[in-house]
């Protein structure tokens, strides 16, 4: 089979391969630069292309998704000199294919870099509390100074977060004796402010009580008071009656004064512990007939 029969297969090869280089799909998600003999032309963007074979080429496929990076974990010293062990994602997106493919060499390369080169700058500017209590601001700290150095490379930084910030052995065992030892503090405090405040609520009840109980007795006295009060006005009032009958000449009303101080004796006379024996005496008909004139005394008072 000499060459010439091999001439219409090659053209049929060279006719596929120029419909292959020219007519290109850019899946969606992604973006192309283009270039003329190593210029770059423009951006084929997503959807149908076509590129002139050996006139122009694809130089870069770029990915416009938003992808994370593994930074790897290094060791980082802090402020107060301890040895912290630290790694860290990033993400981020192509905002400018063009600027991505011509303005840095390994976009991605170049950006784990950038990371752990603040990492150390960032985590070497605290003390080994605030790096491990700060991750937050940590966090914000390395975006913002990673967004802006990319943003000459046309890569957006999204987030970036610390994964693991992990301290020396003998380190956490001295936090883990320090966290104890303050929770016992803590436990121990609430525990005498608890007594304080069981002392002050019975102090309280207590004063209370004492203030209750010395109003009952200033009641108790003031209400005696006016009872005496009271029974002395009565016995003035009678007095004065029972004067006022003497005035006029009345024997009753002398009988009355008698009577009283008669039955005052006799009430003493039963009263003493060492009597044993009460003699009636045979006046007391006379008694009785001295406090009917008494009776009789105010009834004609009334009367009047």
């Not at 024997?251 to 009430?267: D, M, P, R, S, T």
Request: include cysteine; hydrophobic fraction near 40%.
């Amino acid at each position: 089979m000499d060459i010439a029969s091999y001439i219409p297969i090659l053209l049929v090869a060279l006719v596929i391969f120029i419909i292959v280089k020219t007519v290109r799909i850019v899946p969606q998600g992604s973006e192309w630069t283009l270039e003329n003999f190593g210029r770059y032309t423009k951006t084929l963007k997503p959807g149908l292309a076509f590129v002139i074979p050996f006139y122009q080429r694809i130089s870069n496929k770029m990915d416009m998704r938003e992808r994370v990076i593994d930074i790897p974990s290094q060791e980082v010293i802090t402020k107060d000199n301890v040895m912290v062990t630290a790694d860290a994602v990033v993400f981020i997106q192509v905002i400018d294919a063009r600027m991505a493919t011509y303005e840095v060499s390994n976009l991605e390369n170049a950006i784990q870099n950038l990371c752990l080169t603040n990492v150390r700058t960032v985590v070497g500017s605290m003390d080994l509390d605030e790096v491990l209590s700060k991750r937050d601001q940590i966090n914000a700290q390395l975006l913002g100074v990673i967004d802006n150095a990319t943003d000459g490379w046309g890569t957006k930084v999204t987030r970036i977060e610390i994964k693991d910030l992990s301290p020396p052995h003998d380190i956490t065992q001295a936090m883990n004796k320090q966290m104890k030892a303050e929770r016992e503090k803590r436990s121990d405090i609430l525990i005498a402010e608890g007594h304080k405040q069981s002392s002050i609520l019975k102090a309280e009840g207590e004063k209370e009580a004492a203030i209750r109980e010395a109003e009952g007795r200033k009641e108790a006295a003031y209400l005696d008071a006016e009872g005496r009060e009271r029974e002395a006005q009565a016995e003035a009032k009678a007095t004065e009656m029972v004067s006022t009958a003497i005035g006029r000449g009345d024997v009753n009303a002398i009988n009355y004064f008698v009577a009283q101080e008669y039955v005052k004796a006799f009430g003493e006379l039963a009263k003493s512990p060492n009597q044993k024996t009460i003699i009636v005496p045979a006046e007391l008909s006379g008694l009785a007939a001295t406090v009917g004139g008494v009776t009789a005394l105010l009834d004609g008072n009334k009367k009047k």
